[in-house]
């Protein structure tokens, strides 16, 4: 789960495993011999987890007492991210229906490092029952390795999390440090501290560290001497140019990577050479200045912070060798592994070796009592070095320069590394130089210095990007049910862009941002609505929210201003665990759930699941139905309250005690002149939905007045074409509740001959199935039977059987055939169908069934 979701709205980022336990369902651990025992010796600190019994040492104690395995595999998975450096506190388990199966249910902080807790504490809990000894320190370093490879950075962490305190939403768009912050024609992106702001000609500048010099040394900034060489044979000119000691590094690189410093003698110019070649062609040679590194922070041309920074190094006590000290170093619980802590551990590596070196030492070595000995050549944080913050000692003549330095570049977030004996006077009198300008710089040694006031330099960030009044969001109406949710969200983005916005919406039969359709298939998922909110264009997202979605990933966005429910049927039960019409609710309850405290559910009042989901909802409720009277409308109307009704012949909002009538049924073209219920539905839904959105009822009228349903419009949705013979119409009704809605239209049709096509899907209950054919004999007098897809799991025959099943309780002798394929099926419909006959084809294929028709009335006009 990745979004507000069906185990928790507020807990979005949480593991679902489903868990069969197979024989130890007969077997909680209190029967299992010794289980409680290892289980303590392998977690000791488990003692902490209170679980329901509320005390220390509480989840023992269920263990004690007997627990099911589901449940000590949810502990299992919690307690070994916290071990791993992730505290994730939150966990259910929870029963699906069947025996022995569980849906075992836990947080994450790093999703691949949650996926692969889930399958370790399965095989933790196994090696427990059964005695056999296990490498847990494994599985502790695998998920370390896990969370650092795929994590935000320090950098980019630290502006999501202050994003995120301003209730920002953020998207991640790769795999790396590419984040968006905001939604649709509001977003802004950036990566670790680029942002869309950053100029790419200061980029291209800053990484061009000769050209760097040589403006800065143009606007009379004080710059280390230096030169250019790309040839051994010039490294003994820079030598005589300069004089030692000297800094080697590579034009173009970065994090100090290549870096020689103090170079004192002519084979340690030739060594450094070498390591910088091969990070850059071209290589620049530098007076070596004697001082310290400080390195500055400038944002938005401002200056926010500065500090020292230090390569990793240890003191002596005349005992110890430096290997030996670089272990006790790394043992300071301040030092981590990758960017865990606010320190990173001291590797031994080459630049390690060849540091020593200088000095004459080895890693055996053993310092005099009170040396100091430097590791590295460079004092980056990555490598071991660590930061004094000295933010408040900056004199105001060193401010002006470093400022002015950023807009010279021209970098929106600017790292200039400075060498100085300090930063507390001006850099003309103590001799310091600007070694180099960053773009892109770390904020790690400022977010956590090794001393002094830690700083958030991502708040100027974030004020930056999204200054005061500048917004972040675009606005989401949500549109969730059982029946009319494709058809509600297509009128709500028609309605939505006649007032003038650039539209993005998701339904069943594709992605669509204006009048563009972007991606085909069934895009009612977190994906498709990711979709529309990452796409720059869009000003108003419409997205229509299936229960599959929510209960596969949870919700695309955080919060929408509007929830549409529609209404709650008898379909996709028995699927993912969902068995009643109250768990059905819950799920399509979490989009409710999602919206503002100031938005609106807007809730079919008609409905009993519906109206149950108004009674926990945490914003404002409007409700809409077929009839005035309905006590839940005349008392929360009664209240104030905002209602969409359908009374005398209109469509109308009533507010309190007060009537507005938008619009007469017969005038609004979706509902066939008033005689399809379920249209009207529709109508009423996306009416209130723009109402309460702020839309006026002027705007809200033409919207609905030029809604015309066809295939284009509104594809699959009663789709009716005129035959010089006969009428066909196509429709996605695939569940009892949809076929009722049909068989009531069909009432008011007057045809000599009513053939139906219809299907079912192999993944719903026996019964549902029967209910299609049932419904099916009591409204046409002739039925086809087609099953060429959507088997989901059954043989074709099966789904073919009930079907006939359902049928023939309602008429032994109805008249019915089957044809496998359903253009087959079409085909011979059209053969059969006599002078004033109506075709109902009820398709979960629509494009296809579309096609096929339109292809014979081309055929029939002569095209």
């Not at 920074?309 to 290997?323: F, K, M, Q, W, Y």
């Not at 084809?841 to 629509?846: F, H, K, R, T, W």
């Amino acid at each position: 789960m990745r979004g507000p979701n069906y185990w928790s709205v507020r807990r979005r980022k949480l593991i679902v495993m489903k868990l069969d336990i197979e024989d130890l369902e007969l077997k909680p651990t209190n029967k299992i011999d010794g289980f409680l025992d290892r289980l303590q010796i392998m977690f000791p600190t488990m003692i902490e987890h209170r679980c329901s019994e509320g005390v220390r040492g509480g989840f023992f104690l269920r263990v004690r007492e007997g627990t099911w395995m589901g449940h000590v595999v949810e502990h299992i998975a919690l307690e070994i991210q916290s071990l791993a450096g992730m505290e994730c506190g939150f966990g259910r388990t929870r029963g699906t229906g069947v025996p022995g199966v569980y849906n075992v249910v836990f947080s994450y902080m790093e999703e691949k490092v949650g996926m692969y807790a889930a399958k370790a504490a399965v095989m933790i809990a196994e090696s427990l029952i059964s005695g056999d000894p296990y490498n847990l320190e494994e599985d502790i370093l695998h998920m370390r390795e896990i969370r650092e490879r795929s994590r935000f950075g320090p950098s980019t962490g630290s502006i999501i999390d202050e994003a995120v305190s301003r209730d920002i939403p953020f998207i991640r768009l790769n795999d790396e440090s590419l984040v968006q912050l905001g939604y649709g024609k509001n977003q802004v992106r950036f990566r670790a501290t680029m942002t869309d702001r950053t100029s790419s000609i200061a980029v291209d500048l800053a990484s061009n560290k000769d050209e760097t010099k040589r403006i800065l040394a143009d606007a009379a900034i004080p710059v280390a001497k230096g030169l250019c060489i790309s040839q051994i044979e010039e490294v003994k000119t820079a030598i005589d140019k300069i004089g030692f000691p000297l800094v080697f590094k590579p034009l173009d690189g970065n994090h100090g990577k290549g870096a020689s410093i103090n170079v004192k003698t002519e084979d340690e110019a030739l060594a450094a050479f070498d390591h910088a070649k091969k990070y850059s062609r071209r290589i620049i040679v530098e007076k070596f200045i004697v001082g310290f590194d400080f390195r500055v922070l400038v944002i938005d041309h401002k200056f926010i912070a500065a500090a020292l920074r230090e390569p990793a190094n240890v003191t002596g006590d005349g005992r110890l060798s430096i290997e030996q000290l670089i272990a006790i170093e790394n043992n300071d619980p301040r030092r981590g592994y990758g960017h865990e802590n606010v320190l990173t551990e001291i590797s031994i590596d080459r630049e390690t070796i060849e540091q020593l070196s200088k000095s004459g030492y080895t890693i055996e070595t053993i310092l005099p009592h009170g040396e100091v000995c430097y590791l590295k050549g460079t004092a980056n944080l990555s490598t071991g070095g660590t930061s004094t913050d000295v933010t408040d000692f900056v004199h105001p003549d060193n401010i002006f320069i470093f400022e002015r330095i950023s807009r010279i570049i021209g970098l929106d977030i600017c790292g200039i590394d400075v060498m100085a004996t300090n930063l507390s006077e001006p850099l003309e009198t103590s001799g310091g130089v600007i070694l180099e300008v960053n773009a892109a710089p770390g904020f790690r040694m400022h977010l956590a210095p090794a001393k002094g006031l830690p700083r958030n330099v991502a708040a100027p960030v974030i004020d930056m990007l999204y200054p005061t009044g500048k917004n972040c969001r675009i606005p989401i109406i949500a549109i969730t049910g059982t029946n009319g949710k494709t058809t509600t969200t297509r009128l709500i983005a028609h309605i939505v862009k006649n007032i003038g916005y650039r539209v993005g919406f998701t339904t069943s039969d594709g992605i669509y941002v204006g009048n563009s359709m972007l991606t085909k298939g069934d895009t009612t998922g977190p994906v498709s609505a990711e979709f529309i909110l990452k796409d720059p264009t869009v000003e108003f997202a419409v997205l229509e929210t299936a229960r599959g979605g929510i209960l596969r990933a949870g919700l695309g966005f955080g919060h929408c201003n509007v929830a549409v429910v529609t209404n709650i049927q008898e379909d996709h039960l028995g699927l993912q665990d969902i068995h009643t019409l109250e768990e059905m609710a819950k799920v399509k309850g979490v989009v409710v759930e999602s919206v503002w405290k100031d938005g609106y559910a807007v809730l079919n009042a008609d409905n009993k699941h519906c109206v149950e989901i108004g009674k926990n909802a945490s914003c404002n409720i409007a409700y809409f139905s077929m009839d005035e009277n309905n006590p839940i409308v005349v008392e929360h109307c009664k209240k104030g309250g905002i209602a969409a009704i359908y009374e005398d012949g209109y469509i109308t909002i009533k507010k309190g005690d007060w009537k507005f009538r938008v619009e007469k049924v017969t005038m609004v073209p979706l509902t066939f002149g008033g005689r399809v219920t379920f249209m009207i539905y529709n109508v009423l839904a996306a009416t209130l939905a723009a109402y309460v959105y702020g839309f006026k009822i002027d705007d809200i009228r033409t919207s609905l007045e030029t809604f015309i349903p066809s295939s284009a419009q509104t594809p699959g949705r009663m789709n009716i074409f005129d035959f010089k013979d006969y009428k066909v119409m196509i429709d996605f009704a695939h569940n009892a509740d949809g076929f009722n809605g049909i068989k009531e239209f069909l009432s008011t049709i007057d045809s000599p001959y009513k053939i139906g096509i219809i299907t079912g899907t192999g993944d719903r209950r026996d019964s549902d199935i029967r209910a299609l054919g049932s419904i099916s004999a009591e409204m046409f007098d002739h039925i086809i039977i087609r099953q060429d897809k959507f088997l989901r799991g059954r043989e074709a025959d099966d789904i073919v059987r009930l079907l006939v099943e359902g049928i023939k309780e309602v008429n032994e002798n109805a008249s019915y055939e089957y044809i496998p394929k359903e253009v087959e099926a079409l085909r011979h419909a059209f053969t059969i169908a006599k002078p004033g006959t109506f075709i109902t084809a009820l398709s979960d294929v629509i494009d296809n069934a579309i096609e096929v028709v339109q292809d014979y009335m081309d055929k029939e006009r002569g095209l």
